[in-house]
């Protein structure tokens, strides 16, 4: 469960990340992440992933979009 927060920290550190606000975020959830029971933890770790994943989505559709009209 740990696991998926130290990788992120991880990729936001390789990223070259200047600000530490989004690191930062992802710390402070840490503790709170621990309370939960194990399958707790992995439906939500689904959901952030999918969160995240639908908003890139979203993201490259309008950035496609944008380029089409052009």
Same mark, same amino acid.
């Given at each position: ?7 992120? &920290? ?12 989004? &690191?930062?975020?992802? $710390? ?16 939500? $770790? ?11 989505? &979203? &993201? ?11």
């Amino acid at each position: 469960m740990i696991s998926l927060e130290n990788n992120m &920290l991880e990729w936001l550190i390789k990223q070259g990340e200047e600000n530490y606000e989004d &690191l930062n975020f992802f $710390r402070s959830l840490v503790p709170n992440m621990k309370q939960l029971p194990p399958t707790k933890m992995l439906f939500l $770790r689904s959901q952030f992933q999918n969160l995240v994943t639908d908003e890139i989505i &979203l &993201l490259q559709n309008n950035l496609l979009h944008l380029q089409l009209q052009v």
